[in-house]
Structures are given as C-alpha cells and as structure tokens.
C-alpha cells in the first residue's frame, strides 16, 4: 500500500506519482499506525457543510470544504475506520491537520470582524473544539493524558507552519484571499443553520430554507455575478491543486446544484449577521474558531503544495548514498544467493523444486513458483518484459531487479487464453523464484516489508521533513494550551456509540456474515503475491 504525502490518496497498484499532483508516493505500514485519514476532495456542494474531526490534530476536511471541526484523540478510528499514525510527518500534517487560524478575516458576511493575527489558543478554546467529538473519541482522550499533548502540539505545529504561509505571500494570491473570505461565510451559515434547526430531527444541510427564499435571493441581479466569482475561484483552486481536470467544465446540473447551495449559504450567512446580537456570546466565539481552524488548514495546505513538497524532496542519488552507508541495507549478499540459484536452474536442476524450497514468494514458494494464466499487464514491468521476451520453457539469461527483489524467471507458455477473470486475451503462465531484498523498519513493530530503497527514501524524508517543520516551528511562535477540560461522556453515550459502530461493521458485511476476529485480520499487501500487482480494494481510489 502506498500514498501520496499530499492529497493522502491510497494507492494498492504499482503507482509510484500521484496523478493528483506529481508528488511520490510513500509507502504505508498497516492502518494501525500509519494512516492519516480519508483523501482531501474537492467538493462545491453544502452537503459538506457538516462537523469534520480532528484526529491527533489531523482532520479529513479538504482545503475547499466547510465544515465545523471538533478534537478528536490520536489513535482513533475516522469514518474509513483509519487510525492516525503515531510519528507526525511535516507533509501529513499540513495537508490534513486541522488547527486554529491565524486572522478573522474582514468579510461582509460574518458578525463581528477582527484582524488579528493568532499566536495563543486558550483552555476554553480547546475545550469548546471537543465539544462535538463523539463519546467513544472523549473517552479514549480522558484515558491518555499523552493524547492532549499531541493534540496540542499538533496543532502548535500547524499554526506555525501556516503563519509561515503567511509570511511568504501565499495569504496574498487573489484566489487564496477571496477562498479565505469565503471561508468566513460559508462557516456562519453552517453553525447558524446547526444553531437553530439543530434539534429539529434529521434534515439535509440548510434543509428548512424554502424555495420561496430562494427564488427571492436570486431576485437580485448582483447576486450572480457574485455566485461566479465564488465558483470560479473554487474551480481555479481545484485546477491548480490537480484535483479537477483542467479541460473539464461542470455540468449544468452541478452549476445548478451549486448555485442553490450558495443561494441558501448566503440567505442564512445574511440571517446570523442580522441576529447576531441574539445568537449570544457562544455562537460568536465558535464561529470565530472555526473561521480560524479551516484558514489554518487552507493556508497550510497552500503552504505545503508550494513549498514544503520541494523542501522535504529526496534525490536517487541520496537514496543510493543511504544504503550504501548501512551495510544492513545493502542487497549483495541475497543477489549472490540469486546469481547462485540462477546457475543451478540454467544447468539442469529442477526450477519447482528450487522455487519451494527457496523462494520467498509466499504465493508460489509451494506451487513451485508458478503463476498461471497471467493476463498481460497484471506482473510489474521489469518482470512482465523479461518474461515475454522468452520462449517456452526458458530461462532468462539474468536476474530480474523489481521493488521487491531478485527474479529468476521461466516462461511455461504463452499465447491466447482467459485470464484469472474469466476473459480472453494474451496470458502466459510463468515460473520464479524470488529472493526478496525487502526490509522492516526496526523502530516500528506494526511496519510492513518494503523495498530497501523505499525504506531508506522514506527514512530521508522523514529526517527533512522534521528538520523543516522544527525550523518553521522555531521561527513562528505559537502557544496551545494542554490542560484543557475534557467533557465526560455517559454510560448510555458510550453504549449508543458501541452500538452505532456495530451497525457500521455490519452494513459493510455481505448477509449472514459475522466479522472476523482481529487477529485473523489479513492485510492485501500480506495478500499480494511478490512481483505482482496487489489487487485493489473494491472501491479504492486510483
């Protein structure tokens, strides 16, 4: 499994660039300890005007989505049934962390307007931001003293790294600026909306603004031509992030879908202004935090994209210098086995036997290293090509290098068949045996084998990323309080909350079929057979 340190996209194929943002994918251990959070999206609809978490300083909510964010303690389950990792990397963290903001932005949209800019989060402010986190979530807070500190330093961290932002001009970007703006908006009708129609029962976001109020906002000519800039700086923001093609238009349904959502954002932004001498004291407070906390984050992931992602870059050249300097990394000893197994294969001996006996492919070590009916495309490059390039029943003359190790090679056939899908095409069937040059980070009991190059590029990258973000820290002071109050859930809350995640597992279940035990848990990447392909998750993003 692999992911961008940027959008944090998930990848199960043999993608090394982010198609999202030509950044390098990074590889990932198990979700126990190394996942930050579901991807950053786009999205132009109010829909994703609804609370976010922050997990260990860490929130799923995109640089363009409104929402309210709450705490929630390091280690816990998102939606996606992810945990956050317990090491902070720089990238991660500015991309999806969500924190307090910098500067109350003049818009004319909001209640009260300040400019100043944010270098202290209180007690009261860390507390109101758990206010919304789930029963589950205070809990395991309450149980961890080392959580809050996390949480506190996480988000010292992003306030700083976004003060940084700030200083060097990104704040100054004319679509940067109006999306900080808007930002203010969007958020007052949000937290309204929740304010006064918040017990009412379910209902869709701004689900009680009527038609009638509708078509009377639009009554006003003006209103379009702000509905424009609001999307086009959205689309622009969007375009340049990678995540929505450059050539595409929106459709005229998600332009109308759009512009019903911004008629009733405004309807309900104008409403708060108007009352917000009855909204009281606590309204204002949360809304300016969390004007605050999406600022933070927008300018943060501005920050990242533009900058941070150069700094924190590692060349070929220092990866081949890493593992050169760490004997333990250095692959000569398993090649000279491989070399040796090649000449015993070349010379007659039976290839089966070698593959049970030494290969390290644990999905063919006991078939005598066959994979049969391999559809064209399914193996990695380097091993596909050598492969093909045989004629049955031969041997490549060389070993074969992928991420994984050393291939000695046999085609058994090849021509026109079915695939393991069922469909026709070119297959071949093919034999080998690896011997894996993969390694285990020694820090980390959870981490998966990966390839010593990932292992030392991650390695690098990490040291950087930690020599940037401490230096940026350092420059841009920033006090979060840690002794903050932490809401005490009840029995029943926590019962109510066990129950709705029981429900949650079984509604991903095919009928009839109870979840496994944890310990019987197996991963794809524990799945994937070495040298090919791992197969993707039913709904993954590609």
């Known amino acids: 499994m692999k992911k961008c340190p940027i959008c944090r996209t998930q990848y199960t194929d043999s993608t090394e660039i982010c198609p999202n943002d030509d950044a390098r994918l990074v590889e990932t251990t198990d979700a126990a300890t190394d996942d930050f959070g579901t991807p950053l999206a786009d999205n132009f609809s109010a829909d994703d005007a609804r609370p976010a978490n922050i997990e260990s300083g860490i929130a799923p909510a995109a640089a363009n989505e409104m929402k309210p964010a709450t705490l929630t303690p390091p280690g816990t389950p998102n939606g996606d049934g992810m945990s956050a990792l317990a090491k902070i990397s720089i990238v991660a963290l500015v991309i999806l962390a969500l924190g307090a903001g910098l500067v109350f932005w003049q818009t004319k949209y909001g209640g009260r307007h300040r400019d100043e800019s944010l270098n202290h989060i209180g007690k009261e402010d860390m507390t109101l931001l758990l206010k919304g986190a789930n029963p589950m979530q205070l809990k395991q807070l309450s149980d961890n003293p080392e959580a809050k500190k996390k949480i506190a330093d996480n988000l010292r961290q992003l306030l700083a790294v976004a003060s940084q932002a700030r200083k060097d001009g990104i704040a100054d970007d004319p679509n940067v600026k109006r999306e900080l703006e808007n930002m203010r908006m969007v958020l007052t009708a949000t937290i309204y909306d929740q304010k006064i129609n918040g017990d009412k029962g379910p209902m869709p976001p701004f689900g009680y603004i009527t038609e009638d109020q509708t078509k009377e906002f639009w009554n006003d000519s003006s209103h379009e031509a702000e509905f424009k800039e609001f999307l086009d700086t959205k689309i622009a923001l969007a375009k340049e992030s990678g995540k929505f093609p450059k050539d595409k238009e929106l459709s005229e349904e998600e332009i109308k879908q759009a512009k019903d959502d911004y008629a009733k954002i405004r309807i309900y932004a104008a409403e708060a202004k108007a009352k917000s001498g009855e909204l009281g004291e606590d309204f204002q407070r949360e809304l300016d935090l969390q004007v605050k906390l999406q600022q933070a984050q927008f300018l943060a992931g501005q920050y990242a994209k533009k900058t941070l992602v150069e700094k924190v870059k590692v060349s070929d050249e220092d990866v081949r210098n890493y593992i050169a300097s760490h004997p333990e990394m250095n692959p000569a000893e398993k090649k000279a086995k491989a070399e040796d197994l090649l000449r015993r294969a070349k010379t007659g001996e039976d290839f089966a036997k070698l593959a049970d006996e030494n290969s390290d492919d644990p999905g063919t070590k006991d078939t005598g290293g066959l994979y049969k009916d391999v559809t064209k495309g399914k193996m990695m490059p380097a091993f596909e090509e050598a492969a093909l390039a045989l004629e049955a029943g031969k041997i490549a003359d060389n070993l074969v290098e992928t991420p994984y190790g050393f291939h000695i090679i046999k085609l058994?056939?090849?021509?026109?068949?079915?695939?393991?899908?069922?469909?026709?095409?070119?297959?071949?069937?093919?034999?080998?045996?690896?011997?894996?040059?993969?390694?285990?980070?020694?820090?980390?009991?959870?981490?998966?084998?990966?390839?010593?190059?990932?292992?030392?590029?991650?390695?690098?990258?990490?040291?950087?990323?930690?020599?940037?973000?401490?230096?940026?820290?350092?420059?841009?002071?920033?006090?979060?309080?840690?002794?903050?109050?932490?809401?005490?859930?009840?029995?029943?809350?926590?019962?109510?909350?066990?129950?709705?995640?029981?429900?949650?597992?079984?509604?991903?279940?095919?009928?009839?079929?109870?979840?496994?035990?944890?310990?019987?848990?197996?991963?794809?990447?524990?799945?994937?057979?070495q040298g090919k392909t791992p197969p993707k998750k039913a709904g993954a993003k590609k």
């Open 412 to 529: 058994e056939r090849k021509g026109e068949g079915k695939g393991a899908d069922g469909k026709p095409g070119e297959t071949y069937d093919v034999r080998h045996i690896l011997i894996t040059t993969t390694i285990k980070d020694p820090s980390n009991p959870f981490a998966r084998e990966m390839p010593a190059s990932e292992m030392a590029r991650q390695t690098l990258e990490e040291e950087k990323q930690k020599k940037v973000l401490d230096e940026i820290v350092a420059a841009n002071p920033i006090e979060v309080a840690e002794d903050f109050d932490i809401p005490q859930p009840s029995p029943e809350e926590l019962q109510q909350m066990q129950q709705q995640m029981m429900q949650q597992q079984m509604r991903g279940m095919p009928q009839g079929e109870m979840p496994p035990p944890p310990s019987a848990e197996v991963t794809d990447d524990e799945e994937a057979p």
